[in-house]
């Protein structure tokens, strides 16, 4: 591999890494580096390696809370319910429109959804209903107030981040918000419903990589992973340690500059 190569996938892994959690959308900024830069692809291989490495961030960070709501959750199927329990049902619950929507319509958003200018238009539009959601939610609920029509419209949210540009963390955080939670309780809640779904991406990509029989270059997944893995990890803890400080507003900002200076490229071309 040249020195290139090695430049790209350290910039990659980061760039997945630190924009997974924030509300930025990582899937708009891993499609950018190809459509204005022209970097070659890397490669389903890696894809599988940042998402594990995310995945893994996730875990270790709240690897408490999800060992006490695996544990809840499973004993109560025996009637033992807890709030953990009640948690953990609800995290299955607003976890199902995202795996049925990316059933049915993910490959119709592969094949239409990876414009610049689509990305430009999600990235404006979400952006701006962070910042509404943020000024105007009241704020004032916990996430042990969560109920079962707050957790499927949080759900619904998540499933429209299928849309390369919305955010998945973003999308989530904003309906809790409009819904009246905190923002640590949103964003909390956020990061938690991504385990199910960043593993079941995982799955579904390392399934169509074993399909395609295709060769992995195991040293340069591994140095994606492991990067992906520490700028992960190391951007939920800035990120919940700030996000009561600042706000949402730097986001929101970043992401109306970064969708009008898209519309301009789309434009230019």
Same mark, same amino acid.
Request: charged share 10%.
């Given at each position: 591999?040249?020195?290139s190569d090695?430049?790209?996938i350290?910039l990659?892994?980061l760039i ?18 190809s ?7 890397q ?10 490495g ?15 709501m ?11 319910h807890?709030r !953990? ?10 976890t199902?429109?995202a ?6 319509? *993910?490959?119709l958003? !592969?094949?239409?959804?990876?414009s ?10 979400? *952006? ?12 004032d ?5 969560? !109920?079962m029509r ?36 949103? @964003? ?12 079941a991406?995982?799955?579904?990509k390392t ?20 990067? @992906? ?9 800035l ?19 970064? *969708?009008?200076?898209l519309?301009?490229?789309?434009f230019?071309?």
């Open positions: 591999m040249t020195l090695w430049i790209h350290v990659l892994a997945q890494g630190i924009t997974e959690f924030l509300p930025i959308s990582s899937s708009a900024h891993l499609i950018l580096p459509q204005l830069l022209g970097w070659p692809d490669g389903l291989a890696f894809d599988v390696g940042v998402h594990v995310t995945l893994v961030a996730v875990i270790a960070y709240f690897r408490q809370d999800l060992w006490r695996t544990l809840s959750t499973l004993a109560s199927l025996g009637g033992n807890s !953990d329990s009640k948690l953990g049902w609800l995290v299955v619950l607003a199902l429109p795996v049925v929507v990316g059933g049915l319509f *993910g490959s958003v !592969d094949e239409y959804g990876r610049i200018l689509v990305i430009a238009a999600t990235t404006l539009i979400f *952006g701006a209903l962070l910042g509404v959601a943020d000024r105007r939610g009241a704020r609920k916990t996430l042990a107030r969560l !109920d707050q957790a499927g419209i949080i759900g619904l949210a998540q499933a429209v981040a299928l849309i390369p540009g919305t955010s998945r963390s973003g999308i989530t955080i904003t309906a809790a918000l409009m819904l009246g939670f905190e923002r640590q309780a949103a @964003a909390r809640f956020s990061f938690l419903l991504s385990v199910p779904i960043i593993l991406a995982g799955s579904l399934l169509e990589l074993v399909q395609a029989g295709a060769q992995a270059q195991w040293l340069s997944l591994g140095v994606g992973a492991l990067l @992906a893995a520490l700028s992960a990890f190391a951007c939920i803890a990120f919940l340690r700030w996000l009561d400080r600042i706000g949402m507003m730097p986001f929101v900002i970043y992401r109306l500059v970064l *969708g009008l200076v519309l301009g490229v789309w230019a071309q």
